[in-house]
């Protein structure tokens, strides 16, 4: 069944430290990928998206995602993270063979220590 | 500014009655969807639509109701057959099913 999993429920860092991620998606296909931010009581906003190309995607915020075909992966990184980072990160999905189903991971939520 | 809308921000009902949640959009966007959302259960997709006047039930569509009369329109009527009604609604639209989602500021209904 297609599906995608964010393995980290919950993620602590420390103001400054380096962000990642985690996203997996099933099926052999490439489908299309999206990480999106989610501010507590708020609707999502698009970091970054990939639908081919360059593997490495630039977002916005200083977010960056890179592809892995390998290993059906999409994680998300940031270098040094701020404390306005702290949110619910969201993988999505699209598969584009048959119908296109767009499949939201179960979300990650990011807290910053100061 | 082009946008998506969502009204109310909190939406109080008793057990019982039917309530639509308003959901507009002038981006001329073609697909607009509805999720609900529950802690640690991430978005599921109650309904969506993909053009004016033709909708679909996404995964969890028993219990509610929309429609498309207007492409920049697609309201959500949350019915008494909805066992757990209460949960954060957002509404989203995309310029064609396998684009970026553009997501409104959402609704939160409670049951009282």
């Known amino acids: 069944a297609q599906s ?11 103001e400054g430290a380096s962000l990642e991620l985690r996203c997996n998606y099933s099926y052999g296909a490439t489908p299309y990928l999206f990480w999106y931010v989610q501010s507590p009581g708020q609707g999502l906003q698009l970091l970054l998206k ?4 360059d593997t490495l995607v630039q977002g916005i915020k200083g977010f960056e995602a890179e592809f892995k075909r390998s290993q059906s992966s999409f994680n998300l990184r940031k270098p040094s993270v701020h404390w306005s980072d702290a949110a619910e990160y969201f993988c999505a999905v699209v598969y584009t063979s048959g119908t296109y189903k767009y499949i939201f991971g179960t979300g990650t939520r990011l807290k910053v220590l100061a | 500014d082009g946008g998506i809308t969502q009204s109310p921000k909190y ?25 609900r959302q529950d802690p640690g259960q991430g978005l599921r997709l109650i309904y969506y639509s993909q053009i004016v ?17 207007k492409k920049e329109s697609f309201p959500l009527t949350v019915t008494s057959a909805q066992k757990n009604p209460t949960a954060f ?7 064609d099913p396998t684009n970026e989602q553009f997501f409104g500021p959402g609704t939160r209904l409670t049951v009282l």
């Not at chain 2, 609604?89 to 310029?95: D, H, R, V």
């Open chain 2, 53 to 69: 006047n033709d909708f679909q039930k996404g995964d969890i569509a028993e219990g509610y109701s929309v429609s498309r009369e």
């Open chain 1, 4 to 14: 995608v999993t964010q393995p980290d429920i919950h993620i602590t860092v420390s």
């Open chain 2, 11 to 35: 939406l109080f009902r008793k057990e019982g009655q039917n309530v639509t949640l308003s959901c507009e959009q002038n981006l001329n966007h073609d697909a607009m969807y509805w999720y």
């Open chain 2, 89 to 95: 609604y957002l509404c989203a639209s995309s310029i």
């Open chain 1, 50 to 53: 990939y639908f081919s190309g």
